[in-house]
């Protein structure tokens, strides 16, 4: 059925669909539509969970740990200095291989305080061992939750899904909502796993000289989670007439200049692509949905034989630039040619991104021939 | 004559065991046995939630595990809510029979994992949650916890803490969760009395075993029990009940023996001078006519 709802709605419906059984969460703006609405839905009796309104978010992610390792499908939603707070525990929860899923809507981190879009928040947790999304569309955040759980379950690996801070979580958009069979069809319930048992003892997270063993394992399953994710978007469409690939090219072919990014900043630039096309400049956009693990093969696929690429990242790590830039010249390596990578820093804390400020971008791209190094768009004043 | 007492005494002390033995605690390690009675207490059917600490290690090292219960063992500072976690699939699942036992120690408990252990008493999530107490952060070599009585030496208090211990129980009892008890290894009929009390309450339950450590105290490991009953005996480690925050029943009269009986056992007072033992004579004093006044026995 097709709601008009905002990207916040969308998650507690999504949540609502595949029937977690314990949820622990603890408001934060702008997550906090989020877990009001879940709280209510296991109030109602709409989803049959054990709501656990903790006093942290460090106890809502301990909470899915407990609640995952005894067998439980469980969910939690969080944002910025919640998902900060979390960080020690986001290695527990894929050290110990638990299917956990987490909703995050990307918010700048303090200081100086700000509410609203960014995404160094998620970007700064990539070493945790989890699966990371970004998402563009509240369709899409709706979607990624579903196959979120598939992937979860199928690689016992955490799931984070990435959506921007009220661009997404608080705007309204047409979301479709498949009937309760088609989801059950397409997520059964979970497979039996190795859980806390009193009938089959053993120590979950227990000391050892075999440290490197479990890392081997996380790693081997990071390798093969990509295909996974793959498969389980293929198997979607299929049920469900609609995809998303773990990477979105837009014509790509024969661009000049590509465009990379993550979120909503790839509609703008799509916008302008169109625009350049038809000034005779073929500009290609490409959108990464998938970050970690990141799909480094198939975006060299699509990078390879273009003049230049510009990555724009709406997030920073000091001393470095911008977090997907730094993952797009590691994985360029892999090729023979020689690409310039030009990097954007845009739009931290919220700020729009506009058309003028992409083409901005392309403007400075076509006047230089090396990169320029981290360059920094609408700074104000 | 001795055999035949000892063969008609009806021992309530369960015999099966739920830890192996070879476990690696220090000799005289008062946690090891906190947790081999508490077991016995709770039955099979117990799943353990134990942070990084002392039961930590005597839990065992993978491949090799002491336990023959079912463990999680998680983050120092998540105890109390990974239990909460564990109890909350559990009772989606029906599995009602299952006791859920967080298992910290006084770091854990009084210092790191404080406010996960509030937010789980507050919402009275249906747990056991063992403190037990061995008065410093011994795993990691002796530092000062806030457990740490005034005068005792740490490798953090190199001459030793001015600060009195934290009264945790007075925290929980705050929390009016429907069971607290304190208790100690040197009576271990009513720490299983206790524990399987809690086992028969639901809700928040708390309980704080008192586990001397020799170790950390400096003393000989023969004298662990020795320790642990004077440590009662003088009242510096009262043994008593909460229940709902506000009924209190003490469980042992307060013999006359003298502080200095079980402080003088112990390296780790070396350096308490007689003004800090006559401030902690008077706080054991003060604490004993305070639980006297609350049991409305005075």
Partial sequence: MKNVISSNQAVSYAVVSAK??????????????????????????????????????????????????????????????????M?????????????????????????????????????????????????????????????AYQIAEQLLLPVMVNYEGFILSHTYE??????????????????????????????????????????????????????????????????FDRGYELIQPYYCDKAEIILVTAGTIAGTCRVVSD??????????????????????????????????????????????????????????????????????????????????????????????KESEGCTWIGLLG | ?????????????????????????????????????????????????????????ISGTFPFSAMKIPVLKVAFETTAICASGVRATLEMMEKKDVNVLAWGGDG???????????????????????????????NTGIQRSSATPQGAWTTTTPDSKNVPKKDIVQIMAAHKIPYIATASVGYPMDLIKKIKKAKDTSGTRFILIFTPCPTGWRYSPELTIRMAKLATETGIFPLYEIENGERYCLNRARSKRPLEEYISLQGRFRNLDEQGLQQIKERVKNNWEYLIRMTGEA
């Fill in chain 1, 20 to 85: 977690p059984q314990v949820i622990a969460a603890y408001p934060i703006t702008p997550q906090s539509s989020v877990i009001e609405m879940i709280a209510n839905f296991c109030d109602r009796g709409d989803l049959l969970a054990k709501f656990i309104p903790v006093e942290s978010e460090h106890s809502a992610m301990a909470a899915c740990i407990g609640a995952s390792a005894t067998g439980a499908r469980v969910f939690t939603a969080t944002s910025s200095q919640g998902l900060a707070l």
């Fill in chain 1, 87 to 147: 960080h020690e525990l986001l290695h527990y929860a894929s050290g110990l291989r638990l299917p956990i899923v987490m909703a995050n809507v990307n918010r700048a981190l303090a200081a100086p305080f700000n509410i609203k879009a960014d995404l160094s928040d998620s970007l700064s947790q990539r070493d945790t061992g989890w699966i990371q999304f970004y998402c563009e569309t509240g369709q899409e955040v709706f979607d990624t939750i579903i196959q």
């Fill in chain 1, 174 to 239: 047409v979301v479709d909502i498949p009937k309760q069979e088609q989801i059950d069809s397409f997520l059964p319930l979970p497979p039996q796993r190795h859980c806390l048992d009193v009938e089959d003892p053993f120590v979950m997270g227990q000391t050892t000289d075999l440290y490197i063993n479990f890392r081997y394992k996380l790693y081997q399953a990071m390798e093969a989670a990509a295909i996974v994710c793959k498969n389980v978007d293929t198997k979607f469409q299929r049920n």
């Fill in chain 1, 275 to 368: 625009r350049y096309r038809k000034r005779g400049l073929n500009v290609g956009v490409l959108r990464i949905r998938l970050f970690r693990p990141f799909p480094k093969d198939q975006i060299c696929q699509v990078l390879e034989g273009v003049k230049k690429v510009a990555v724009i990242d709406r997030d920073f790590s000091p001393g470095c630039g911008g977090i997907i830039a730094q993952e797009v010249k590691s994985a360029l390596q892999g090729l023979r040619a020689h690409i310039p990578v030009y990097e954007y820093i845009i739009g931290l804390g919220g700020q729009d991104v506009t058309d003028d400020m992409i083409e901005t971008i392309i403007t400075r791209i076509n006047n230089t």
């Fill in chain 2, 1 to 57: 004559m001795h055999m035949d007492r000892l063969a008609r005494m009806k021992f309530p002390i369960p015999k099966e065991e739920f830890i192996h033995p070879g476990h690696t605690g220090c000799p005289g390690c008062g946690v090891a046995l906190a947790m081999r009675y508490a077991l016995k207490a709770l039955g099979k059917k117990t799943i353990m939630v134990i942070p990084p600490g002392c039961a930590g290690v």
């Fill in chain 2, 108 to 138: 854990a408990t009084f210092d790191i994992g404080l406010q996960a252990l509030s937010g789980a008493a507050e919402r009275n999530d249906d747990i056991i949650y063992v403190c037990y107490d061995n008065e410093a952060y011994m």
